[in-house]
């Protein structure tokens, strides 16, 4: 069993930065896969980016890229998601998720992924 609680959410103009943080508890949490989801208002849960268990490999929804940076510290249980030049468009509430299976590849998919976060609220003002 995992548990996962982030942090870092906010309020922020537009073109600001905010890094957003997940915890894991559990020893191993190394070995899975995260991933970075958003729900805005109404809307349906969306993939972010999500990160391998090594680190050593990344994958970002199109209207992130080049913006938003997965990473992670294994050594510390945390995954974060480096978030600049933000936009209204991303309000959302941001949930952290892991792939429970272990040592497997990375997904944009919810259905891969077996633990989620609470969620932590991100609102971008114009």
């Known amino acids: 069993q995992v548990q996962l609680v982030e942090s870092g959410g906010g309020l922020v103009q537009a073109g600001g930065s905010l890094r957003l943080s997940c915890a894991a508890s559990?020893?191993?949490?190394?070995?899975?896969?995260m991933g970075w989801f958003r729900q805005a208002p109404g809307k349906e849960r969306v993939f972010v980016a999500a990160i391998r268990w090594s680190g050593d490999s990344t994958y970002y929804a199109d209207s992130v890229k080049g913006r938003f940076t997965i990473s992670r510290d294994n050594a510390k249980n945390t995954v974060y998601l480096q978030m600049n030049s933000l936009e209204p468009e991303d309000t959302a509430v941001y949930y952290c998720?892991?792939?429970?299976?272990?040592?497997?590849?990375?997904?944009?998919?919810?259905?891969?992924?077996?633990?989620w976060g609470q969620g932590t609220q991100v609102t971008v003002s114009s």
């Open positions: 559990g020893r191993t949490f190394s070995i899975y896969a």
């Open positions: 998720a892991a792939d429970g299976r272990g040592y497997g590849g990375i997904s944009s998919y919810t259905s891969r992924y077996d633990y």
